[in-house]
């Protein structure tokens, strides 16, 4: 439990659990320690001892305590926690922290010193108003001259970089450094003084740095009352042995972090497909690996943009790190990367290159350049670095690492890695790109693999990504997946029958006689606005079965005859003339909605939706689209718990051309619902043009061609997002609390290649082939066409289609259901099934047996938060329509081994997991 003043720290500065949990450790200790210039080391390792038996030793002259928290967890801001803690609980107010390099030096300063610095670790804490003095490596000659401020300020933190501490320890010809050297105005030397204050604490940053002996003596002469150690690997190498440390107190790892899913990227090392590397030599592998890892770079910032744009964050404006072998090979690729060779030079001014053997003015602005990555006016896209980013480059918008000529074991390490693990928007997004760390590794792509195998590897596990390749030439194809409602009201069929009826019963003989091709468009029109107005009764209705109401009808009718007759003002129309032909149209909706549509209701977990009507002119913004036509494909390997191999889709695989490019990227926009064709098509052919115009001016225009073509896709998310910018809307409405009996229910889009057929529901196909096909033949379910992720899934679809017990049955797409699982609700779940009875209709997810087994035992992952988002939502629409007249829902997860051909779908239910075992504890 934490005291008064260690809760009043953990919600100023809003600590992580890792952080939390840790300082509430350090309240322990710290209560238990005596906090003297001379300890009984022997009694306090005792003491500590009774509450952390893994703790063996302090390995120092003083009581010292490690917190091992993995990359990006924050320990900085963990640092800020407990010499906050010590100052509040203990009164304690001079501090020593070391810094091991250069850069972590600067950065402390700025974090513990600075409170116009964003990461400034005391902001919101009463006590630290006025900042802590600083005292560092350039001032310390004046440390008795205080300031104002620094005497209203007690707390004076002392902040050294250990190599400058190391070196200055004696001059070369043996007498005291500098910084233990008598002053003659003090009348004692800085070191004197620090070892004379009796409350020193002294903090180590990535302390594995200060376990040599030279770094031993230092520290040890300052006779501190009590050590703080942090970093993400408690051992040092000795060798080829590591020997790990003997007094940490608390441990959140790399493996820790990645099977949260919360505070750090997910790492992925990527490979080409089909890859040979004993091809290559040396200098040409290199240059593959860093045309593939600049193709990443170039989609992930892309993504980064659509992201912003789409959810209204600030733009993080990515850059790679290439890892060289030596200061030769540092500079060869620097001349390659800003040659007019490498993507026709746009990246001659973007590239950093950074290493040991850089002295003086050079190194200090390329530090400066390091520390400044993450503003948005910084030019630097490429960082090239020998051995000298290791840690303490504290950035969020490094997303691409191309380790060059590496090892397996080099690249893995996590002090590698961790550079870029950081989130620049504090937890994971849910989107891939957003929150994927990608290392580029042809060569030792394998071996990575293995090596993450290994239960002793920090990442434990891996995690494959694998997308595919048209096989043989063949392309890719998305198709629509009509509902069966949709296809029913806008069948050519539905529209003669409307046009007939017109025709018979219209009063007006101008309409009757002259103008047969009119009448066929007030037909199309009043199909088309009463199918629509039809599906949106659910926000007038209570229940379902309303929209049969006479009352219900005539409102409609109403509407609709007005509206046509509005449309079409040359004909002259009166209402007398539309009577027959609206009135079949309402029922033929009607009659499919309530036959065809499962009444899916708005859930309060929704927050809310708003109606959007269009979009201003705008110029594209092209900025980031600085693209170039490549063809090959990537496969990746995520390296964390629970990983799975797929190929990635960068977006720059071929398209076959059926079209212009301008109609295929028109294409891939106007399916999102809020894009009216009709009324935004010169908005989006001017956007599509302003693309094409920024490639031109860079490119030919066989290569614009190409780039469009292939990156359709991509660039109609960024159309699409930038539009979604210039909205104008009419009216927000249905909170987050409202509820109607049934939605709309939303079309699908499933993949499959170009020469591949529609394949019958039942047809004899392996396993492996199902998730790659689309399927029809269905007689019960709400669309026309189907994907199923697996063979279980579409098993269990001809359980249901044989089932008598099932009425309706439908495979949701991925927007029909605004439902949110997981830490900081940033998932969206997407149920298998949806399955409706006479008296139930059950909400469905069909898992492998180990996933559920697994969730049962852990009550956490994917298939937990899942199952407990279904079940607030089936409760919810239950209570609802308990008090309107419709059925009440179920959720039911069912283990894949019980899916057979012969089930049936009421067993399945039967055998489901019990309510009570997925109850919140």
Not at 36 to 57: A, M, Q, Y
Not at 266 to 271: D, G, K, L, Q, R
Not at 617 to 640: A, V
Not at 772 to 779: A, S, Y
């Amino acid at each position: 439990m934490l005291n008064s003043n260690a809760k009043f720290i953990n919600n100023r500065l809003a600590l992580r659990p890792p952080q939390k949990e840790s300082l509430e450790r350090f309240q322990q200790i710290a209560d238990i320690l005596s906090l003297s210039k001379t300890p009984d080391l022997e009694e306090e390792l005792r003491k500590i001892r009774e509450i952390f038996p893994t703790l063996t030793s302090f390995e120092r002259e003083f009581p010292s305590v490690c917190f091992a928290l993995a990359t990006g967890i924050g320990k900085t801001r963990l640092m800020g926690a407990l010499i906050a803690y010590l100052h509040y609980q203990k009164g304690i107010k001079n501090f020593f922290v070391m810094a091991p390099n250069l850069t972590i030096y600067k950065k402390l300063k700025a974090d513990l010193g600075d409170p116009s610095c964003a990461k400034y670790v005391f902001r919101g804490l009463d006590k630290f108003v006025n900042p802590p003095r600083i005292i560092d490596g350039d001032n310390y000659e004046e440390f008795r001259q205080l300031t104002t401020n620094e005497i209203l300020q007690p707390i004076i933190i002392n902040i050294f970089n250990i190599s400058k501490l190391n070196s200055e320890s004696k001059t070369a010809d043996g007498k005291p450094a500098r910084i233990k050297r008598l002053n003659e105005v003090l009348g004692e030397s800085y070191f004197q003084y620090l070892q004379s204050l009796p409350d020193l604490c002294i903090f180590m940053d990535e302390s594995h740095h200060y376990h040599a002996d030279r770094s031993f003596d230092v520290i040890n002469e300052l006779r501190p009352i009590l050590g703080v150690e942090l970093t993400a690997t408690p051992q040092i190498q000795k060798g080829a042995r590591k020997i790990d440390f003997k007094n940490v107190v608390y441990e959140y790892s790399l493996a820790h972090a990645l099977n949260d899913g919360l505070y750090v990227k997910v790492p992925a090392v990527f490979t080409r497909k089909d890859f040979r590397p004993e091809e290559y030599t040396p200098e040409q592998l290199d240059r593959e690996k860093l045309n593939d890892g600049i193709r990443l770079h170039e989609e992930t910032k892309s993504k980064l943009d659509v992201y912003a744009r789409t959810y209204g964050k600030q733009l993080v404006k990515p850059f790679a790190l290439v890892v060289a072998k030596d200061t030769g090979h540092s500079r060869q690729i620097k001349e390659y990367l800003t040659s007019t060779d490498f993507f026709r030079g746009y990246y001659k001014d973007k590239v950093l290159e950074i290493n040991s053997a850089q002295r003086g003015a050079e190194k200090d602005e390329n530090i400066e350049l390091l520390l400044s990555l993450e503003r948005p006016d910084n030019r630097i896209e490429i960082v090239i670095h020998v051995n000298m980013l290791k840690e303490g480059w504290d950035v969020t918008n490094l997303y691409t690492i191309i380790p060059l000529r590496a090892s397996a074991s080099e690249t893995l390490t996590e002090q590698t890695i961790g550079r870029g693990l950081r989130l620049p928007y504090g937890q994971r997004t849910g989107e891939d790109e957003v929150d994927r760390l990608s290392i580029v590794s042809h060569d030792r792509y394998e071996a990575i693999v293995r090596l993450a195998n290994d239960p002793n590897s920090l990442v434990r596990r891996v995690y494959y990504i694998d997308p595919a390749e048209p096989q043989s030439g063949d392309q890719r194809e998305t198709l629509e997946m009509p509902t069966v409602y949709d296809e029913l009201t806008s069948a050519e069929s539905f529209t003669e029958q409307l046009a007939f009826t017109l025709r018979e019963t219209a009063t007006n003989d101008y309409v009757v006689d002259k103008a047969p091709e009119q009448t066929v468009q007030v037909a199309q029109f009043v199909a088309r606005l009463a199918s629509k107005t039809v599906v949106e009764l659910g926000k007038q209705v209570k229940t379902f079965d309303a929209t049969r109401d006479e009352e219900i009808k005539k409102l409609v009718h109403t509407s609709i005859v007005s509206e046509t007759i509005r449309q079409f003002p040359a004909l002259g129309l009166k209402k007398e003339d539309l009577t027959a032909v609206v009135e079949k149209a309402i029922d033929t909706c009607t009659q499919a909605l309530t036959e065809n549509v499962i009444p899916i209701p708005q859930a309060v977990v929704q927050p809310f939706t708003e109606v959007k009507h269009g979009f201003y002119d705008f110029k594209l913004d092209t900025r980031n689209m600085n693209w170039h036509p490549s063809d090959d494909t990537l496969i990746g390997t995520e390296l964390q718990e629970g990983g799975e191999t797929f190929e990635y889709h960068t977006g720059f695989a071929l398209f076959p051309k059926t079209d212009t490019v301008e109609n295929e990227i028109v294409r891939h926009i106007i399916v999102h619902d809020n894009v009216d064709y009709s009324s935004c098509a010169d908005l989006i052919y001017s956007l599509i043009a302003d693309a094409k115009r920024h490639f031109l001016s860079y490119l030919n225009p066989e290569e614009t061609e190409k780039v469009m073509r292939d990156r359709q896709r991509s660039l109609a998310e960024i159309i699409y997002a930038q539009m979604n910018e210039h909205f104008y809307k009419e009216e927000t409405g249905y909170r987050a609390s409202s509820m109607r009996p049934f939605t709309r229910i939303e079309t699908g889009f499933g993949g499959k290649f170009k020469s591949d057929d529609l394949y019958d529901l039942r047809a004899n196909l392996s396993p492996s082939e199902v998730k790659t096909k689309i399927f029809k033949g269905f007689k019960k379910a709400c669309h026309t066409l189907y994907k199923f992720d697996s063979n279980t899934e579409r098993i269990f679809a001809i359980v249901l289609e044989n089932d008598g017990a099932v009425l309706k049955w439908m495979r949701p797409s991925a927007k029909q259901f605004n439902i949110y699982y997981g830490p900081g609700g940033i998932s969206r779940y997407e149920p298998d099934f949806v399955v409706e009875t006479s008296d139930v209709i059950y909400m469905v997810e069909t898992k492998a047996s180990d996933d559920v087994r697994k969730a049962l035992q852990n009550k956490s992952g994917d298939v937990w938060e899942k199952a407990i988002a279904g079940r607030e939502y089936c409760r919810a629409v239950t209570e609802w329509n308990s008090e309107n007249g419709g059925k009440p829902w179920e959720y039911a997860l069912i283990s894949h081994d019980e899916v057979r051909l012969q089930s049936s779908f009421i067993y399945l239910v039967k055998n489901r997991v019990e309510p009570e075992q997925l109850k919140i504890e």
